[in-house]
């Protein structure tokens, strides 16, 4: 089996950005033990509360991270896509503090924490990368919450949907300005802290104003450079490994 077919592939692609890995690291990351499974759309892959011993690597499909308040109330904190090591903190952390469910059906990979940090510590050029990976995932953490905190709805969504054009095409999982949104209008809001409602009002705008075309999930950018302006974008929190410029 080539690298290219092998069941991690796709976590071997992402970390290879953020550092220089020669044949050997490839080779002991590709041998890490695993499981791989399909996870329903909506089931859980990580529960709040949960004592992890695995960690799970998204081979295709899309999940996201979200947590419950005492209202019953959801905040969507981000969305994950193939590639993504969707909990690769709880490799040091002793219990999980928030849910990561399916958004779409997803493959899986599982691998036991134990034998990630057995990589990380052993082959320092994949440790370094894991630890990358960890801060731009803080990073989009960061970017997020000021976007729900400082931002008014059409600069949230229209951050929003900027974000996924670029990570979408960044991991090579489809066009910048031309993509299928796998969130519904009410995902679409626990993303950006509004309502159903005001979420469909703020998409019918853009479409109105020539910024986007949308057909049920489909979503064109017909202006990207107006878009990304509307949402105050811009790449730099992604940490892209290219340096890729889009504004």
Same mark, same amino acid.
């Given at each position: 089996?080539?690298?290219?077919?092998?069941?991690?592939?796709?976590?071997?692609?992402?970390?290879?950005?953020?550092?220089?890995?020669?044949?050997?690291?490839?080779?002991?990351?590709?041998? !890490?033990?695993?499981?791989?499974?399909?996870?329903?759309?909506?089931?859980?892959?990580?529960?709040?509360?949960?004592?992890?011993?695995?960690?799970?690597?998204? !081979?295709?499909?899309?999940?996201?991270?979200?947590?419950?308040?005492?209202?019953?109330?959801?905040?969507?904190?981000?969305?994950?896509?193939?590639?993504?090591?969707?909990?690769?903190?709880?490799?040091?952390?002793?219990?999980?503090?928030?849910?990561?469910?399916?958004?779409?059906?997803?493959?899986?990979?599982?691998?036991?924490?134990?034998?990630?940090?057995?990589?990380?510590?052993?082959?320092?050029?994949?440790?370094?990368?894991?630890?990358?990976?960890?801060?731009?995932?803080?990073?989009?953490?960061?970017?997020?919450?000021?976007?729900?905190?400082?931002?008014?709805?059409?600069?949230?969504?229209?951050?929003?949907?900027? %974000?996924?054009?670029?990570?979408?095409?960044?991991?090579?999982?489809?066009?910048?300005?031309?993509?299928?949104?796998?969130?519904?209008?009410?995902?679409?809001?626990?993303?950006?802290?509004?309502?159903?409602?005001?979420?469909?009002?703020?998409?019918?705008?853009?479409?109105? %104003?020539?910024?986007?075309?949308?057909?049920?999930?489909?979503?064109?950018?017909?202006?990207? %450079?107006?878009?990304?302006?509307?949402?105050?974008?811009?790449?730099?929190? !992604?940490?892209?490994?290219?340096?890729?410029?889009?504004?």
């Amino acid at each position: 089996m080539t690298s290219s077919n092998h069941a991690l592939a796709p976590m071997l692609r992402k970390l290879s950005k953020w550092a220089a890995f020669n044949q050997q690291d490839e080779q002991a990351l590709l041998a !890490l033990p695993h499981e791989t499974r399909t996870i329903g759309k909506g089931n859980y892959i990580v529960r709040d509360g949960d004592r992890p011993t695995r960690s799970c690597v998204l !081979l295709s499909g899309f999940a996201y991270r979200h947590k419950l308040v005492g209202n019953g109330g959801r905040q969507i904190l981000t969305v994950h896509m193939s590639g993504d090591v969707v909990d690769l903190q709880n490799s040091l952390l002793r219990i999980a503090d928030h849910d990561v469910q399916a958004l779409t059906e997803a493959e899986v990979a599982f691998i036991p924490t134990d034998a990630v940090k057995e990589l990380a510590f052993s082959r320092p050029a994949v440790g370094m990368a894991m630890w990358y990976d960890t801060l731009v995932d803080a990073s989009v953490h960061r970017e997020w919450t000021a976007n729900v905190g400082r931002r008014d709805s059409r600069t949230r969504m229209a951050h929003l949907l900027c %974000e996924f054009g670029v990570r979408l095409h960044d991991a090579g999982l489809g066009s910048l300005c031309s993509y299928e949104m796998p969130m519904t209008q009410e995902q679409l809001a626990d993303c950006t802290g509004l309502t159903p409602v005001h979420v469909n009002r703020t998409l019918k705008s853009f479409d109105r %104003e020539g910024l986007t075309q949308r057909t049920l999930r489909s979503v064109s950018i017909d202006d990207w %450079e107006a878009l990304a302006k509307v949402g105050d974008f811009d790449t730099r929190y !992604l940490h892209l490994a290219d340096k890729q410029e889009f504004v």
